[in-house]
């Protein structure tokens, strides 16, 4: 089974883009099963539900997002050979941008859009920069020069990738990703795999529950803004 | 990079009909304009031109690039510059001066002499709009018209792809006509999507769409060249009209009717 991951910030366009591209793959007889973790709602099962194809969702609800995704991959896995997919897409929430979702053996892509302003391609960081591939969307709202910026700006964090443009109404574009994902290899078992880049850490009080502010109630992981030692 | 042509071979039609033309060649400095009805399949003739590189696209038509197929595996090469697109429905998003922002995309494109050529792309822009912009405007704040002119003016000067698509622009407020003049004027192959008359008897010859697929070729004759003509007086005068009521004059009456009947009887 193929392993795909699907990282971006929100609102980008994955699951637009990830509908046209599973199509074609329907298409191609392959069977598709696909993944959405969120933290406290999405309408994505939906979405891809209208496709006929088995879709499960996972709410991280007062955990990250992120860390909640690392630790139930393997359950994730194992539910999608159940179904007996030949392909596994997992859509992540994409609300941190200091998290990477990139795991070796997956193939990993990173949906971002024209949107997003061209200094953001560089605060993505991680989750951009440890993609195999990255799709940039929304590139019929605004001007052929802010594509080619954005691209070039996308291009300097993550110089290995391959970069294409998707239209994620339309699905122009899908074609390729389609034939990306054919050309990606199976993954035999998730289990023992490693990350591409380190989840940041968070055990704090506040992960357990804490809500009142100040140091008194601080215990833990915790780390202070340096101000740059001038008191 | 020049190229001399591209060629757009026929696939199938909505109903998977091979497509009437098979073949199809567009030159440098040409206009090829692009029409039919809506839903007949223009703008996925743009998109199949624009994605030419895709090895299947849903129409099954190819592109030929000076008679060679494109480099499939060309990721990071120039291929992907191959193609530039103005449309209606664009604008332009980031937050950033004229002149910063032309400048950066200058640096991408490596333009060789960037304060001129963004000095060019300044004038370019305020002769299509006809309601000059500065460079310290910011990019958000120009109107539908001054930003469809810089559009262009880049596309003409920085972009510098040997192929442009254009895609609906005549309600854009912007000299259309001049726009092509320009783009055709840098040796471009240009192909634009149109119901408008004036801008698709300006064009060489024209593609007919029907039901998904390319219908007809026809090519201007010199009779429709002549109207084109006439079209394009009548055009300027109403960009004159505009010009005359935008900046707060009174139209002299009888004037306008005398210059109007000697205009219009060829209709
Ligand atoms: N104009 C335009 N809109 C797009 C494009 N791609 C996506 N959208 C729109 O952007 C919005 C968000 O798209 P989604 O596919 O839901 O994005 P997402 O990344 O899956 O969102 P979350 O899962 O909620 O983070 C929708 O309204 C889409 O219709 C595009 O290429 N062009
Ligand atoms: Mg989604
Ligand atoms: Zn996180």
Redesign the pocket.
Known sequence: MRFVIVA?T????????MIHTIRHLLKDDLAVAVCKI?CLQ?S?DERYGRLGIPVAIGLSDYICPDHFYVANLEEIENWARKQEADLLVL?T??LCHRCAPAVYGCLSIC?I?NLIGIDTPKKVGPMLDTADIVVI?????VSQAEREVFRYKVAEVNPLARVMD????TGQGALSLKNEILKSHDLNEIAGKELKYPMPAAICSYCAGETIIGKSYQMGNVKKVDFGGTE | MMLEKITILGGKDKDGIPEKIQRLDVRAGEVLAVVGPTGSGKSQLIADVEQYVEEETLTGRSVLIDDQPADKNDNKGLSRYLVAQVSQNMNFVIDMSMEEFLLMHAEVRAIKNPRQTIKDVLSITNELSGEPVSLSVNLTQLSGGQSRALMVADVALISNSPVVLIDEIENAGIDRLQALQILTGQGKIVLVVSHDPTLILLAGKRVIMKNGGMHKVLVTTPEEENISKDLIKIDKKFAHLREQLRNGNSIGAEKLKKEEFTAWPKF
């Open positions: 971006g929100p609102s980008s366009g994955k699951t637009s883009v969120d999405t994505d859509e929430a994409g949906v859009d969307t929304k590139g019929d709202i998707i239209n994620g109404l």
